[in-house]
Every structure is written in C-alpha cells, then in structure tokens.
C-alpha cells in the first residue's frame, strides 16, 4: 500500500527497521532537547503528515526499549490517527520513572503501525446470545 506523506522535519521518513518489523519509528522534530520530569508528559511533534486511504489508521505506539530503560510511554496507547486527520502527527510522551529524560532532536519515540479497521453500525436489539463466559468481569476466566 502507499500513503501520501508530507515530512517537514530534517528527519528521514518513517521506515520498518527489519522485513517483518509491524512498526515504523517516528523521531521527535524538536529544535532544543526536551526534558520530562517524572510523571509529566509533553506533545512532541514529529513533521509529519499522512494521508491514509479510508479503512485504515495508524496507531502509535511506545517504544519498547525506551520504556524499559526509561520509562517513557505515550498517555493514550494506541494512539488513533483517523484517515481524514490532515495534520502534523504529535506524540504524547510521558516519564514514568523517577529520573529526567531528555527527548533530543531526531529520536526515536514511538512506533507507527498503519492497521485495517473496520465500520459499524449498530443493531439495537433487547437480548444478546448467551456464551459460556457471560457477563463475567476482569480476571473471571481461568478462575475455579
């Protein structure tokens, strides 16, 4: 599939790192490093924008490395970016450790994964088809 992309950071365009990778780093677009105490959380930007075709999105997602050696997550994961968003792609950050972390220009600082998505409609109905689960809640399969 192609997608329309317009880059205005002096970063690379978002590329897979390995034939089977899922996700595409994006790189923060900052002119000056950005520092995240802990538990704050900025919007970085990136200089990207995308046009996807109708039917899909993309999820941004952490980082694995930069959450376990950093603690540095997004605040909504996975983060939706609909095929009718025209504008730059921000990212959420936010450092859920107990040390500063430095954002520097041109990191990496999340994965992008463009995903089919499918749209419904509803059926207002007044009884649902029983299964064996039920309305059971959080943790109630596996339990004896």
């Known amino acids: 599939m192609e997608v329309k992309i317009i880059n205005k950071s002096k970063n690379p365009l ?3 790192s390995t034939a089977l990778s899922a ?14 105490k802990p538990l704050e959380r900025a919007l970085v930007p990136t200089g990207l924008f995308i046009e996807l075709p109708e039917g899909y999105e993309a999820q941004i997602r952490p980082r694995s490395g930069l959450a376990y050696k950093h603690g540095i997550s997004l605040v909504n994961t996975p983060g939706t970016i609909d095929a009718d968003y025209r504008g730059e792609i921000g990212v959420i950050l936010v450092n859920l450790s107990n040390e500063d972390f430095t954002v520097k220009p041109g990191e990496r600082i999340c994965q992008m994964v463009i995903a089919k998505h499918e749209t419904i409609s509803w059926k207002d109905v007044e009884i649902l088809e029983e299964t064996d689960r039920g309305a059971g809640g959080f943790g109630h399969t596996g339990k004896n």
């Open 14 to 16: 978002p590329a897979y």
């Open 23 to 36: 996700g595409m780093d994006l790189r923060a677009n900052n002119e000056e490093d950005i520092v995240l």
